[in-house]
C-alpha cells in the first residue's frame, strides 16, 4: 500500500518563506503533486513532479526526491491568503493499471500578520 | 467557467433517504473521479470512469454507491438509504489522457464538491 506523512499545522509570517515536506513509501510510483484547499472549497492543483529536482512556478517550488521517498513544497513570499491546507498526493500505476492518486491528510498552514 | 462542476453545493438529508449527486467535468477530459472527504482528511477515492466505462471501484464504495456516467460526459452518484456514516464532503475530478501542458497526463482537477450532512 502507500503511506504518505505530512506535518499536521504549521505557521508562519506573512513575507516569509515556509517549507513543508512529505515523505512517502510507494510502490509503482508515477508522480508526485501537491494541492492547496482552502476550508471548505475543493483542492487546487498547484504542481507536479516526476523526475528529482526542482520545479519552479512563481511564488511556489516543489522538489522531489524519488530515492529518499521525498518531496517538499516552498511558498516564498507568504501571503494572508496562503493560509489554506496544502495536500501531497503520490500518483501510483495499481496491479489494474489505474494510475491511482492517494492524498495525504494536509497540512494546514496559518500565515500571520 | 470552464472548470468542474458539481450540483448541489450542499446537501441535508435524514438517514435512509436517497441522494444523487451530479457532476460536470472539463469539457475535454475523458476520466472523471469520485472522492469522499471528511474533516482533516485528504481526500479518498471511490471510483473512476474512462469515457461512459466506470473503470474501478474502492472497496470503500459499499452496495448502497452507485455511480454512472452514461454518456462519457456528465456523471452522477447516488447514496442509497445514507446513514450518518456518509456525511463528508464528495469530490469529483476529472482529468486528460494524453497531453495536459500544465501538469503531464492524468493531473486531475477537482470540482468545488457536494456536502452532504445525513441527519
Known amino acids: 500500500g502507500q503511506n504518505i506523512d505530512q506535518p499536521t499545522e504549521m505557521t508562519a509570517t506573512e513575507g516569509a518563506i515556509v517549507q513543508i515536506n512529505c515523505t512517502y513509501q510507494?510502490?509503482?510510483?508515477?508522480?508526485l503533486f501537491w494541492y492547496q484547499q482552502h476550508a471548505g472549497e475543493a483542492p487546487t492543483f498547484l504542481s507536479y513532479?516526476?523526475?528529482?529536482g526542482l520545479e519552479e512556478k512563481g511564488r511556489f517550488s516543489s522538489f522531489l526526491s524519488r530515492s529518499k521517498g521525498y518531496s517538499y513544497l516552498l511558498l516564498k513570499e507568504l501571503q494572508m491568503k496562503d493560509s489554506a491546507s496544502y495536500l501531497c498526493?503520490?500518483?501510483?500505476?495499481?496491479?489494474?493499471?489505474?494510475?491511482?492518486?492517494?492524498f495525504g491528510s494536509g497540512t494546514r498552514l496559518q500565515v500571520q500578520p | 467557467d470552464t472548470g468542474v462542476s458539481q450540483d448541489p453545493r450542499h446537501k441535508i438529508t435524514k438517514r435512509g433517504q436517497n441522494v444523487t449527486f451530479r457532476c460536470d467535468p472539463i469539457?475535454?477530459?475523458?476520466?472523471l473521479y469520485w472522492y469522499r472527504q471528511t474533516l482533516g482528511q485528504g481526500p479518498e477515492f471511490l471510483t473512476y470512469f474512462q469515457n461512459e466505462a466506470q473503470l474501478e471501484k474502492s472497496r470503500l464504495l459499499s452496495d448502497r454507491f452507485s455511480a454512472e456516467r452514461p454518456k462519457g460526459s456528465f456523471s452522477t452518484l447516488e447514496i442509497q438509504r445514507t446513514e450518518q456514516g456518509d456525511s463528508a464532503m464528495y469530490l469529483c475530478?476529472?482529468?486528460?489522457?494524453?497531453?495536459?501542458?500544465?501538469?503531464?497526463?492524468?493531473?486531475?482537477?477537482f470540482g468545488p464538491g457536494t456536502r452532504l450532512t445525513v441527519l
Open positions: 510507494t510502490s509503482g510510483f508515477n508522480g
Open positions: 513532479n516526476v523526475l528529482d
Open positions: 498526493a503520490v500518483r501510483s500505476v495499481m496491479d489494474t493499471g489505474r494510475r491511482a492518486l492517494t
Open positions: 475530478a476529472s482529468s486528460l489522457v494524453g497531453l495536459d501542458p500544465q501538469g503531464g497526463t492524468d493531473t486531475q482537477y
Open positions: 469539457s475535454e477530459h475523458n476520466r
